[in-house]
């Protein structure tokens, strides 16, 4: 499966932002799919996931209520939604498929597949 993910750009304090995963070469089906960021300097971290089962959505304790995570199976993408951005939210977003399990992790090393990632910017 390959993942494409889109959405990102420049964004002003306080402003949202929809990033979009689409998968193709394979169904998504009922995989869990991540979304992780890296910022300059920094190390890569999990900011959400949707499982499975129920999709349920889980979310890293920075998000702290500002972000939304879905998924259209018949679209066979995941969505991202963003607001109440802050500067410290600026980084590239990856999505990521975990094809060996329903189950959410906030483990890099267990989604196996990869999107090329999206640039996220929050500046005035």
């Known amino acids: 499966v390959q993942l494409q993910a889109s959405g990102g750009g420049l964004v002003q304090p306080g402003g949202s932002l929809t990033l979009s995963c689409v998968a193709s070469?394979?169904?998504?089906?009922?995989?869990?799919i991540g979304w992780f960021r890296q910022a300059p300097g920094k190390e890569r971290e999990a900011v959400s996931c949707?499982?499975?089962?129920?999709?349920?959505?889980h979310y890293a304790n920075f998000v702290k209520g500002r972000f939304t995570i879905s998924r259209d199976k018949a679209k066979n993408t995941v969505y991202f939604q963003m607001r109440s951005l802050t500067p410290e939210d600026t980084a590239i977003y990856y999505c990521?498929?975990?094809?060996?399990?329903?189950?959410?992790?906030?483990?890099?090393?267990?989604?196996?597949?990869w999107g090329q990632g999206t640039q996220v910017t929050v500046s005035s």
């Open positions: 949707i499982g499975g089962y129920k999709s349920m959505p």
């Open positions: 990521a498929l975990n094809d060996k399990s329903r189950e959410c992790t906030f483990r890099a090393i267990d989604f196996p597949s």
């Open positions: 070469g394979n169904n998504l089906g009922d995989y869990a």
